[in-house]
Every structure is written in structure tokens, then in C-alpha cells.
């Protein structure tokens, strides 16, 4: 069979690129070089940012432990162990529960006036469906 002239066969050169010169070498070497040396300092920068956040943080651990071991004392000091301390504490929770239930008695009567409401719909359905009941006054006229 023979070649048609489509180039079928024909051997192509294979384009190689040239070699790069000295220049641009130098020039990827110095970009490269640049590129690591920013982020070298990035990573400098992050680290002493996370240094300086965490001596922050535990900065921060540490004034509030004192701020609760400072009212822990100060309970203990005017409250002391004694029974008026416990007894306060408890008239505390005491008032605590009784403001807990003013604030949810709007609920509580929603509630309650719903259930209320419920009982009676259901209530007056099934009397109205019963048969037995004696026949209503007749008509006096």
C-alpha cells in the first residue's frame, strides 16, 4: 500500500526547547531564592504571633483563676462554713427557683389553659354523641 500525501509516516522533529541561558537560570535561582526568603519571614511572623497569643491566653487563664479563687475567699470569709452560710446560700437557691417560676408561669398558664381546653372539646364531643339521655322538654306551644 502506499503513503498518500497526509504525512502519514513521515518522521517529525521533535521540538526540544531550547536550554535555558545563565540568565534566566540566575533569574528563576534569585526568584526562588526570594520566594523562600518571604516565606520564611511569613512563618518567622506566625510563629511569634501564635507566641505572643498564647502567653495572651494564658495571661488571661490566669486572671481568672485569681478573679475566682478571690470570690471563692471572699464567700468563705463573710459566709464562712458556718450555718448562716449555708442557710444564705439556700435562701439564694431558694430565690433563684422562685424567680426561675415567675418568669414561666405565662407559660405554665398557656399551658395549662390549652390542656384545660382540651379536656372540655374532648369531653363535650363525647357527650354529644351519646343516644341515652332523655329526650329534650318538648315545646309548649
Do not use: C
Not at 526568584?31 to 511572623?45: A, I
Not at 505572643?52 to 475567699?73: I, L, Q, S, T, Y
Not at 431558694?94 to 414561666?104: D, H, N, W, Y
Amino acid at each position: 500500500m502506499g503513503k498518500l500525501d497526509i504525512g502519514v509516516g513521515d518522521d517529525f522533529p521533535v521540538d526540544e526547547p531550547a536550554p535555558p541561558s545563565p540568565e534566566a537560570q540566575e533569574a528563576a535561582k534569585a526568584t526562588r531564592e526570594e520566594w523562600q526568603r518571604q516565606k520564611d519571614e511569613w512563618r518567622r511572623r506566625r510563629n511569634e504571633w501564635r507566641a505572643h497569643r498564647g502567653a495572651w491566653k494564658e495571661d488571661m487563664r490566669a486572671r481568672r483563676n485569681a478573679f475566682k479563687a478571690d470570690v471563692r475567699k471572699s464567700f468563705h470569709e463573710h459566709f464562712g462554713s458556718s450555718g448562716f452560710g449555708r442557710i444564705f446560700s439556700r435562701v439564694l437557691l431558694g430565690f433563684a427557683v422562685l424567680a426561675l417560676v415567675i418568669a414561666l408561669l405565662p407559660f405554665l398558664f398557656m399551658f395549662g389553659f390549652f390542656a384545660l381546653a382540651v379536656v372540655l372539646a374532648f369531653f363535650a364531643l363525647a357527650r354529644g354523641r351519646r343516644s341515652d339521655y332523655p329526650p329534650g322538654r318538648p315545646n309548649a306551644s
